[in-house]
């Protein structure tokens, strides 16, 4: 089986977001491991996906992200 890319790894944290953060720390592990063979430094994130698109809802992700390694952006 091959390794997810960062736009699955995306899709699977919205999937997992819109379900109650369910495997929320499993599907970030694996976006962290895709980032860096990608040799991408940042996570970017589209605001309409998300459960909570407010500013404070955006700066909690970004928080909880950073804390396990992934720094995370919005796509204006």
């Known amino acids: 089986m091959s390794e997810p890319t960062v736009a699955q790894a995306t899709e699977n944290i919205y999937a997992s977001l819109k379900a109650d953060n369910a495997d929320i720390d499993v599907h970030i592990a694996t976006l962290k491991a895709a980032l860096a063979r990608e040799g991408i430094k940042e996570a970017v994130f589209d605001p309409a996906k998300l459960a909570h698109n407010n500013r404070s809802g ?5 928080a909880y992200f950073r804390q396990r390694g992934v720094t995370v952006t919005f796509s204006s």
């Open 58 to 62: 955006r700066k909690l992700m970004q």
